[in-house]
């Protein structure tokens, strides 16, 4: 009787199929806030098939230990900033919606499928954010959702006129005051603290700008990218999700974060206004940081951070801002 010859035949593994959505957070120093963040999203996501990509900025703390096992999670051994970190993490992704998520926010339930849904229903729009309240739901309405800046709108925050005169017009347009929230609607810009875009358009307009390190500006700076390729971002208000606040700024000294700040706002002026308006940006800045010295010196300014920190912060803004903070070429 002959032997039978077993053949080995090589099977392709079997791929996955593709989930509905995509979610990505960028983690630094988080342990306060990551597990309350990441026990939101399966409530959030009803109905949907989801993936969670965590991208930590090479944490000091648990941040880590928080993770289970089925979140994919990418460990830098640096800190990337918000920009490198969502570029790198978004190559390994495979959803066609990708929702940025910032771990000190707490999603609804249903927040993420009421965006999936509002995207699939109205094809021309390119991204979709909910509407964020605070921990205490109050409304962040004014930090969440603003018009492009323009010199005169920066002008007005950097020498307070919008503490002086809280109902000035100009501060009013910039913030939305005037939008009605008990619908959609398309607005300019919306923090990246939450928002959900196509994938087609990271394709399409490329990775965020890694100059704006660590943070601050790069969402605003995206947007105005999206908007000049006639790409529109709209609120869904039905939509909601709880943004505490601080999980950056409570590991950044007060002096390092005014010079990110103004550094950065420079640099969105350079990239997005005319020469001239840069340069009276930066003159702007210098004297409204003059105006801060005084209140500072007197220990009336940011008494939560000491009389020292605080001059120390203002002067240093100064001087660098003087010196072009060494950065005389715009973002790419």
Avoid at 211 to 239: H, M, N, S, T
Avoid at 301 to 307: D, F, K, M, S, W
């Amino acid at each position: 009787m002959a032997a039978t010859e077993l053949v080995h035949v090589e099977t392709a593994p079997v791929l996955k199929p593709a989930p509905d959505l995509s979610i990505l957070i960028v983690t630094w120093n988080s342990e306060r806030w990551i597990e309350r963040c990441l026990s939101s999203i399966p409530a959030a996501c009803e109905g949907l098939s989801y993936e969670v990509v965590l991208y930590d900025n090479s944490s000091a703390d648990r941040t880590l230990q928080f993770v289970s096992d089925d979140i994919r999670s990418i460990a830098s051994q640096s800190n990337d900033g918000f920009a490198g970190a969502i570029n790198r993490a978004i190559a390994s992704v495979r959803g066609p919606y990708v929702f940025l998520l910032n771990p000190d926010c707490e999603l609804a339930p249903r927040c993420l499928a009421l965006l999936v849904d509002f995207l699939r229903t109205h094809p021309g729009v390119a991204a979709a954010a909910p509407l964020l309240e605070d921990g205490r739901g109050n409304s962040q309405r004014e930090f969440q959702l603003r018009r492009f800046p323009t010199l005169l709108t920066f002008a007005t925050e950097v020498l307070a006129i919008d503490k002086l005169f809280s109902s000035n017009p100009i501060t009013a347009s910039y913030r939305y005051r005037d939008l009605d929230l008990t619908h959609p609607q398309v607005i300019d810009q919306p923090a990246a603290a939450a928002l959900l875009i196509r994938r087609e358009v990271f394709d399409e307009v490329g990775a965020l700008d890694e100059q704006f390190f660590p943070a601050w500006f790069e969402d605003v700076d995206y947007c105005r990218r999206l908007a000049k390729v006639g790409k529109e971002i709209w609120v869904v208000p039905q939509a909601q999700a709880k943004h505490f606040g601080g999980a950056s700024l409570e590991h950044v000294p007060f002096g390092r974060f005014i010079d990110l700040w103004y550094r950065n706002m420079w640099r969105y002026a350079r990239k997005w206004f005319t020469p001239a308006q840069a340069e009276g940006l930066r003159w702007i800045i210098m004297t409204g940081m003059l105006l801060r010295l005084l209140p500072a010196l007197a220990g009336i300014a940011h008494p939560e951070v000491g009389r020292r920190a605080a001059v120390d912060a203002y002067a240093g803004v100064l001087r660098k801002a003087f010196a072009r903070w060494d950065d005389s070429s715009p973002s790419s």
